[in-house]
Protein backbone atom coordinates (compact mmCIF):
# COMPACT_ATOMS: atom_id res chain seq x y z
CA UNK A 1 0.00 0.00 0.00
CA UNK A 2 1.04 3.58 -0.59
CA UNK A 3 -0.51 6.73 0.82
CA UNK A 4 0.29 10.13 0.03
CA UNK A 5 -1.26 12.55 2.79
CA UNK A 6 0.27 15.24 0.97
CA UNK A 7 -1.45 14.63 -1.89
CA UNK A 8 -4.20 12.95 -0.63
CA UNK A 9 -4.34 9.07 -2.47
CA UNK A 10 -3.70 5.44 -1.43
CA UNK A 11 -2.86 2.88 -3.65
CA UNK A 12 -4.29 -0.43 -1.82
CA UNK A 13 -2.12 -3.61 -3.42
CA UNK A 14 -4.03 -6.65 -4.26
CA UNK A 15 -1.80 -9.18 -4.80
CA UNK A 16 -0.89 -10.98 -7.99
CA UNK A 17 -2.30 -7.51 -9.93
CA UNK A 18 0.74 -5.23 -10.32
CA UNK A 19 1.32 -3.85 -6.89
CA UNK A 20 4.69 -4.42 -6.45
CA UNK A 21 5.79 -2.99 -9.77
CA UNK A 22 3.48 -0.07 -9.02
CA UNK A 23 4.79 0.62 -5.57
CA UNK A 24 7.74 0.89 -6.21
CA UNK A 25 7.29 3.43 -9.04
CA UNK A 26 5.22 5.23 -6.31
CA UNK A 27 7.41 4.81 -3.17
CA UNK A 28 9.02 8.45 -3.33
CA UNK A 29 5.10 9.59 -2.84
CA UNK A 30 4.55 7.23 0.61
CA UNK A 31 4.40 9.67 3.62
CA UNK A 32 3.20 7.81 6.18
CA UNK A 33 5.12 6.60 9.08
CA UNK A 34 4.55 3.39 8.57
CA UNK A 35 5.68 1.53 5.33
CA UNK A 36 3.10 -0.99 4.66
CA UNK A 37 5.33 -3.66 3.58
CA UNK A 38 6.33 -7.12 5.22
CA UNK A 39 5.10 -9.65 8.01
CA UNK A 40 4.42 -7.98 11.53
CA UNK A 41 1.90 -9.15 14.74
CA UNK A 42 -1.03 -8.10 14.77
CA UNK A 43 -2.45 -7.48 18.40
CA UNK A 44 -5.96 -7.55 17.42
CA UNK A 45 -6.49 -10.87 15.52
CA UNK A 46 -3.62 -12.58 17.67
CA UNK A 47 -1.70 -13.81 14.77
CA UNK A 48 0.73 -12.93 12.74
CA UNK A 49 -0.47 -10.89 8.87
CA UNK A 50 0.67 -9.59 6.35
CA UNK A 51 0.94 -5.59 6.21
CA UNK A 52 1.73 -5.80 2.32
CA UNK A 53 -1.68 -7.27 1.02
CA UNK A 54 -3.95 -5.99 3.76
CA UNK A 55 -7.56 -6.86 3.10
CA UNK A 56 -9.93 -4.22 4.25
CA UNK A 57 -11.38 -5.83 7.17
CA UNK A 58 -7.45 -5.65 8.53
CA UNK A 59 -7.13 -2.18 7.42
CA UNK A 60 -10.24 -1.53 9.33
CA UNK A 61 -9.21 -3.07 12.61
CA UNK A 62 -5.33 -2.43 12.63
CA UNK A 63 -5.28 1.08 10.57
CA UNK A 64 -8.35 2.93 11.83
CA UNK A 65 -7.16 6.20 11.06
CA UNK A 66 -5.55 5.50 7.48
CA UNK A 67 -8.95 3.49 6.78
CA UNK A 68 -10.99 6.67 7.55
CA UNK A 69 -9.02 8.44 5.05
CA UNK A 70 -10.58 6.29 2.42
CA UNK A 71 -13.61 8.13 2.85
CA UNK A 72 -12.21 11.65 1.66
CA UNK A 73 -8.93 10.42 -0.35
CA UNK A 74 -8.28 9.47 -3.73
CA UNK A 75 -7.66 5.65 -4.10
CA UNK A 76 -7.13 3.38 -6.62
CA UNK A 77 -6.93 -0.59 -6.86
CA UNK A 78 -5.55 -2.70 -9.74
CA UNK A 79 -8.22 -5.93 -9.84
CA UNK A 80 -7.63 -9.07 -12.58
CA UNK A 81 -8.84 -11.97 -14.19
CA UNK A 82 -9.70 -14.46 -11.13
CA UNK A 83 -8.39 -17.38 -13.20
CA UNK A 84 -5.35 -15.50 -14.31
CA UNK A 85 -4.75 -14.09 -10.83
CA UNK A 86 -4.92 -17.63 -9.12
CA UNK A 87 -2.26 -19.03 -11.89
CA UNK A 88 0.12 -16.25 -10.93
CA UNK A 89 -0.67 -16.72 -7.11
CA UNK A 90 0.23 -20.53 -7.26
CA UNK A 91 3.59 -19.57 -9.26
CA UNK A 92 3.73 -17.18 -5.95
CA UNK A 93 3.42 -19.77 -3.46
CA UNK A 94 5.08 -22.63 -4.89
CA UNK A 95 8.20 -20.69 -5.45
CA UNK A 96 8.33 -19.14 -1.86
CA UNK A 97 6.73 -21.47 0.40
CA UNK A 98 6.84 -25.01 -1.46
CA UNK A 99 10.46 -25.01 -3.54
CA UNK A 100 10.04 -29.16 -3.78
CA UNK A 101 7.44 -28.57 -5.67
CA UNK A 102 9.41 -27.59 -9.09
CA UNK A 103 6.36 -26.73 -11.30
CA UNK A 104 9.59 -25.70 -14.04
CA UNK A 105 10.71 -29.04 -13.99
CA UNK A 106 7.26 -30.48 -14.10
CA UNK A 107 5.70 -31.36 -17.44
CA UNK A 108 1.79 -30.63 -17.59
CA UNK A 109 0.24 -33.93 -16.50
CA UNK A 110 2.61 -33.58 -13.63
CA UNK A 111 1.76 -29.77 -12.67
CA UNK A 112 -1.76 -30.89 -12.84
CA UNK A 113 -1.42 -33.94 -10.30
CA UNK A 114 0.63 -31.47 -7.76
CA UNK A 115 -1.79 -28.46 -8.22
CA UNK A 116 -4.77 -30.69 -7.93
CA UNK A 117 -3.36 -32.09 -4.51
CA UNK A 118 -2.63 -28.85 -3.46
CA UNK A 119 -5.81 -27.22 -4.11
CA UNK A 120 -7.54 -30.61 -2.02
CA UNK A 121 -5.39 -31.05 0.83
CA UNK A 122 -3.76 -27.59 1.71
CA UNK A 123 -6.03 -24.87 0.12
CA UNK A 124 -8.55 -24.09 2.35
CA UNK A 125 -10.66 -21.09 3.96
CA UNK A 126 -9.11 -21.38 6.97
CA UNK A 127 -5.84 -20.56 5.71
CA UNK A 128 -6.74 -17.78 3.00
CA UNK A 129 -8.23 -16.30 6.23
CA UNK A 130 -5.34 -16.48 8.71
CA UNK A 131 -2.38 -17.76 7.34
CA UNK A 132 -0.69 -14.86 5.84
CA UNK A 133 1.31 -17.55 3.40
CA UNK A 134 -1.63 -17.98 1.86
CA UNK A 135 -2.75 -14.10 1.09
CA UNK A 136 -2.25 -14.32 -2.62
CA UNK A 137 -5.60 -16.42 -2.95
CA UNK A 138 -7.22 -14.17 -0.90
CA UNK A 139 -10.58 -13.00 -2.93
CA UNK A 140 -10.31 -9.67 -4.98
CA UNK A 141 -13.31 -8.78 -2.92
CA UNK A 142 -11.89 -8.76 0.02
CA UNK A 143 -9.87 -5.44 -1.07
CA UNK A 144 -13.04 -3.95 -2.63
CA UNK A 145 -16.03 -3.92 -0.69
CA UNK A 146 -16.89 -3.60 3.32
CA UNK A 147 -20.75 -5.33 3.20
CA UNK A 148 -22.41 -3.42 1.08
CA UNK A 149 -20.43 -0.62 0.41
CA UNK A 150 -17.04 -0.81 -2.75
CA UNK A 151 -14.57 1.06 -0.63
CA UNK A 152 -11.35 2.12 -3.40
CA UNK A 153 -12.63 5.13 -5.87
CA UNK A 154 -10.91 3.97 -8.84
CA UNK A 155 -10.92 0.39 -9.99
CA UNK A 156 -8.80 -0.32 -12.72
CA UNK A 157 -8.89 -4.38 -14.73
CA UNK A 158 -5.22 -5.46 -16.06
CA UNK A 159 -5.22 -6.11 -19.47
CA UNK A 160 -2.33 -6.86 -21.55
CA UNK A 161 0.11 -4.24 -22.23
CA UNK A 162 0.70 -0.93 -19.88
CA UNK A 163 -2.77 0.72 -20.55
CA UNK A 164 -3.85 0.12 -16.99
CA UNK A 165 -0.44 1.36 -15.57
CA UNK A 166 -1.30 4.73 -17.59
CA UNK A 167 -5.28 4.59 -16.49
CA UNK A 168 -3.78 4.07 -13.04
CA UNK A 169 -1.57 6.82 -12.78
CA UNK A 170 -4.07 9.37 -14.23
CA UNK A 171 -6.91 8.33 -12.19
CA UNK A 172 -4.04 9.23 -8.97
CA UNK A 173 -3.39 12.44 -11.13
CA UNK A 174 0.30 11.70 -11.52
CA UNK A 175 2.67 12.17 -14.13
CA UNK A 176 3.72 9.53 -16.40
CA UNK A 177 6.48 6.91 -14.87
CA UNK A 178 8.12 4.10 -15.74
CA UNK A 179 6.64 0.83 -14.17
CA UNK A 180 9.11 -1.96 -14.82
CA UNK A 181 7.79 -5.34 -14.78
CA UNK A 182 8.77 -6.83 -11.31
CA UNK A 183 8.22 -10.36 -10.18
CA UNK A 184 7.19 -12.42 -12.86
CA UNK A 185 5.64 -15.82 -13.07
CA UNK A 186 8.31 -18.18 -13.60
CA UNK A 187 5.93 -21.04 -15.45
CA UNK A 188 3.19 -20.58 -17.81
CA UNK A 189 0.47 -22.61 -15.63
CA UNK A 190 -2.45 -22.58 -18.45
CA UNK A 191 -2.24 -25.87 -19.08
CA UNK A 192 -3.30 -26.81 -16.05
CA UNK A 193 -6.97 -25.18 -16.57
CA UNK A 194 -7.52 -28.82 -18.75
CA UNK A 195 -8.26 -30.02 -14.77
CA UNK A 196 -11.75 -29.36 -14.01
CA UNK A 197 -11.00 -29.83 -10.61
CA UNK A 198 -8.50 -26.63 -10.62
CA UNK A 199 -11.09 -24.64 -12.81
CA UNK A 200 -13.90 -25.98 -10.64
CA UNK A 201 -12.43 -24.52 -7.65
CA UNK A 202 -11.64 -21.13 -9.56
CA UNK A 203 -15.40 -20.54 -10.81
CA UNK A 204 -16.67 -22.01 -7.05
CA UNK A 205 -14.04 -20.45 -4.49
CA UNK A 206 -13.99 -16.92 -6.81
CA UNK A 207 -17.75 -16.97 -7.52
CA UNK A 208 -18.63 -13.70 -6.16
CA UNK A 209 -15.42 -12.03 -7.62
CA UNK A 210 -16.35 -13.57 -11.44
CA UNK A 211 -20.14 -11.72 -10.50
CA UNK A 212 -19.10 -8.89 -9.58
CA UNK A 213 -16.54 -8.11 -12.61
CA UNK A 214 -19.28 -9.45 -14.80
CA UNK A 215 -21.93 -6.90 -13.98
CA UNK A 216 -19.35 -3.62 -14.04
CA UNK A 217 -18.99 -2.43 -17.85
CA UNK A 218 -15.40 -1.29 -17.49
CA UNK A 219 -14.57 -4.37 -15.61
CA UNK A 220 -16.18 -7.13 -17.67
CA UNK A 221 -13.70 -7.42 -20.73
CA UNK A 222 -11.21 -8.49 -18.60
CA UNK A 223 -12.39 -11.75 -18.64
CA UNK A 224 -11.05 -13.42 -20.86
CA UNK A 225 -9.79 -16.33 -19.23
CA UNK A 226 -6.78 -18.06 -19.91
CA UNK A 227 -7.41 -21.14 -22.18
CA UNK A 228 -6.37 -24.62 -21.69
CA UNK A 229 -4.08 -26.47 -23.96
CA UNK A 230 -6.97 -28.24 -25.59
CA UNK A 231 -9.02 -24.91 -26.33
CA UNK A 232 -5.82 -23.34 -27.95
CA UNK A 233 -5.16 -22.59 -31.82
CA UNK A 234 -2.98 -25.74 -33.55
CA UNK A 235 0.07 -23.17 -33.38
CA UNK A 236 -0.14 -22.04 -29.65
CA UNK A 237 -0.44 -25.64 -28.64
CA UNK A 238 2.22 -27.75 -26.80
CA UNK A 239 3.88 -30.98 -28.51
CA UNK A 240 1.54 -33.12 -26.04
CA UNK A 241 -1.84 -32.50 -24.57
CA UNK A 242 -2.20 -34.04 -20.88
CA UNK A 243 -5.08 -36.46 -20.92
CA UNK A 244 -7.09 -35.61 -17.95
CA UNK A 245 -9.95 -37.13 -16.54
CA UNK A 246 -13.10 -36.02 -15.20
CA UNK A 247 -13.13 -35.06 -11.75
CA UNK A 248 -14.94 -33.23 -8.61
CA UNK A 249 -14.19 -30.89 -5.74
CA UNK A 250 -14.88 -29.63 -2.65
CA UNK A 251 -13.77 -26.12 -0.78
CA UNK A 252 -12.80 -27.67 2.58
CA UNK A 253 -12.71 -25.23 5.48
CA UNK A 254 -10.16 -26.60 7.49
Not at 48 to 76: G, V
Not at 111 to 127: D, K, P, Q, S, V
Not at 224 to 250: C, D, I, K, M, Y
Amino acid sequence: MVISHKLRFIFLHNPKCAGTSFRDALKTYHDDHFNFWGIFYAPYFKNHIDHTHLRLWEMQAQFPKIFSCLADYNSLIFVRDPYARFLSALNEHMKKFQPNIKLLEMDTIQRIGAIEAFILNELTIARITTDWRFIHFSPQLWYLRLGEHTIPRHIVAIRNGHDFIHQGLACLGLPALPVPHHNPSPVDLTGILASPVITGFIHEFYRDDLAYFAAAPALAPMLTTPRPPAERPPAERPLAEPAVPSASFTIKVS
